[in-house]
């Protein structure tokens, strides 16, 4: 490719919004250009790593003899509605009519579609396991798009879903798409974990995320070095803390003025925080968006209340939830804002935390302005009407698994799997026939990647401050020749020479002919990150070029056959990312 022709519009300042070094460099490569707020385009350079992106996945999905098809992005709402997810699915679902006022939605993720082929397309035990994938743009409504590509509102998704006769025959499933996700981020570049996460709302039974380690990711991971437990925040079981036996005291009324917080109530009462009841009060909603209930819900006053797990607890949607007016709310319970303790509530949901069940004389709101109440019992002064873990796992807290304290990390989430179960095929009557003639529900998994967000995770571990270091999987070129006088003919010859051998090898090459100075054609090179470059000048004569990886900072002096030769024997080595399979195990390399 001429850069010449080629119209690269790089950009020396990266847009005001942007705070990721991924989003701006991204951007200032002139590889993504965002037209309304989450919405992109992708000039030439950044579509092409797109579809390498795209590529990996593929092959890796193919492999596993996952079937590629496409499906509509347009969704008759009916679907949605059979399986109730057009209203649990919440504002983030992209509603559409058509001119005859019928409702449509663009696919957000594609259970429904998939599973109404299922039902139309299989029908005997003979057909199965079978799976099948689809890459394809999606549409979530974001509250906040942001990051550049990493929360948009538009982005491309690989999905694939399976089919099977038995939860066994899913669990196999479920592991091969485990171990294509492993050899697809590997070869993309990433260095990622993954965790075990939860459902949401696509439901089900298990889940694991593939996060690209990065402070900047929006998934929190709580790891344990020790036992290799990981998990994301929202889904990280914790361990109850025993307390030290001791006698039940009487409960008693103590006077806390002006103490709004735990903080300030326990360094008044000189109590540990740990011996403290949070309280913490919401309002739900029902499908119309209407008042539900009151809830109530109470940790140990040193830990923090994790919502995912609260609504699961609750079972509704995670949008179906807010905080309370505690003031209205105070009318109908007998909540009073700031001193609100567990005892003789009404009308309202009272949600216990699993850990505060074997606690004696604990310190909580009294439900007096003003008052807290000392030597609260759990079972002789209240109880909950839902009692589980709802508190957050954190860092240097006991991993539930094996007691040692566990880590924490960020990470981007680009990926994840799901075991669905029956969930779907039994709302939506997705039945294949045994040898018998009789009918039974699909056992389905559905398995999700982020194309575009990946592309970018790649961006924020692969670049330095003067551009993007794309791996040679995934870069949108391998080499790029740079002319250092385009009007010397020498250079031009010697470069037109290189091109040629590179491209007859197979290699993606970019011939930056533009009739701008050396440091501006560095500085792109630089920025676009190419892995190889080759840069061609005053020793064009002598048919000697300089040699440099983008990722390394020695230059050489080589003649142009031995660039030519070195180039093609990295990009051999690296072209598809598989060299990186070094760093999986038998097990996954071995899964077919
Ligand atoms: P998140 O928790 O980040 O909102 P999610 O868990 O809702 O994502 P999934 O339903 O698991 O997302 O979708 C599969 C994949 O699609 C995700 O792992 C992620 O890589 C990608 N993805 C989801 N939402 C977005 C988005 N708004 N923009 C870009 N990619 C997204
Ligand atoms: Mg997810």
């Not at 009073?336 to 509530?345: A, E, H, Q, R, Y």
């Not at 930056?512 to 560095?522: A, Y």
């Not at 990009?571 to 598989?578: A, L, P, Q, T």
Request: glycine share 6%; hydrophobic share 35%.
């Amino acid at each position: 490719m001429r850069l010449s022709k080629a119209h690269l519009k790089t950009l020396r300042e990266a847009p005001s919004d942007a705070v990721l070094e991924s989003h701006k460099l991204l951007v200032r490569a002139n590889m993504i250009k965002q037209e309304s707020a989450g919405i992109y385009m992708f000039p030439k350079l950044g579509w092409r790593t797109v579809r390498k992106v795209e590529q990996i996945v593929r092959e890796e999905m193919d492999y596993i003899d996952c079937q590629e098809i496409h499906m509509p992005h347009v969704n008759p709402a009916e679907l949605w509605q059979e399986t109730g997810r057009w209203y649990a699915y919440g504002p983030e679902l992209w509603r559409i009519q058509d001119r005859a006022g019928n409702d449509f939605i663009l696919n957000p993720t594609c259970e429904e579609m998939f599973t109404d082929f299922a039902r139309k397309e299989y029908s005997s035990y003979k057909e199965l396991p079978f799976s099948i994938y689809q890459i394809q743009f999606k549409y979530r409504d974001e509250a906040r798009p942001r990051y550049g590509l990493l929360r948009t509102r538009e982005f491309i998704m690989k999905d694939a879903y399976t089919f099977d006769a038995t939860e066994e025959d899913l669990h196999t499933a479920y592991m091969r798409q485990y171990h294509a996700y492993e050899k697809i981020f590997t070869r993309c570049g990433l260095d990622f974990r993954i965790v075990e996460a939860d459902n949401g709302p696509i439901g089900g039974s298990k889940s694991h995320e593939f996060s690209a380690l990065s402070d900047w990711g929006e998934s929190d991971i709580l790891y344990c070095d020790n036992c290799g437990m990981a998990a994301t925040a929202e889904r990280a079981e914790t361990r109850d803390e025993k307390q030290a036996p001791e006698e039940m005291k009487e409960m008693e009324l103590v006077k806390t003025p002006d103490c709004k917080t735990i903080e300030d109530v326990c360094a008044f009462l000189k109590i540990p925080t740990a011996k403290s009841i949070k309280a913490l009060m919401f309002r739900t909603y029902d499908d119309e968006m209407q008042p539900k209930d009151y809830v109530a819900a109470f940790v140990r006053g040193d830990r923090q209340l994790n919502m995912t797990k609260l609504v699961n607890a609750l079972n509704i949607p995670a949008h179906n939830i807010e905080f309370a007016d505690e003031v209205e709310m105070g009318a109908a319970t007998g909540i009073v804002g700031g001193f609100t303790g567990p005892m003789g509530l009404k009308n309202c949901i009272i949600v216990v935390d699993s850990e505060l069940v074997d606690t004696v004389n604990m310190c909580a709101g009294a439900n007096q302005e003003d008052h807290h109440m000392l030597g609260v019992c759990y079972g002789r002064d209240y109880t909950g009407d839902i009692v589980t873990d709802i508190k957050e796992l954190q860092e240097g807290d006991a991993c539930p698994h094996c007691g040692q304290p566990v880590k924490f990390r960020r990470g981007i989430e680009v990926g994840q799997v799901f075991k669905l179960g029956l969930k779907y095929s039994e709302s939506m009557g997705a039945t294949y026939k045994d040898e018998n003639g009789k009918d039974h529900p699909y056992w389905m998994g559905c398995y999700g990647i982020g194309v575009t967000r990946t592309m970018q995770a790649i961006v924020e571990q692969h670049h330095d401050d003067k551009g993007i270091i794309w791996p040679m999987s995934v870069a949108p070129y391998h080499v790029i020749i740079t002319v250092v006088k385009t009007a010397d003919e020498d250079q031009m010859k010697l470069a037109y020479d290189i091109e040629k051998k590179l491209e007859d090898a197979g290699l993606e090459v970019i011939l930056d002919d533009r009739d701008e100075r050396p440091g501006v054609k560095f500085n792109d090179a630089d920025l676009i990150g190419i892995p190889i470059r080759i840069t061609v000048g005053k020793l064009a004569g002598e048919g000697k070029v300089e040699y440099k990886l983008r990722r390394d900072a020695e230059l050489e002096t080589l003649t142009a056959d031995e660039a030519v030769d070195k180039a093609i024997a990295l990009w051999s080595e690296e072209k598809d990312g598989r060299h990186l399979y070094k760093n999986l195990s038998e097990e996954t390399l071995n899964a077919h």
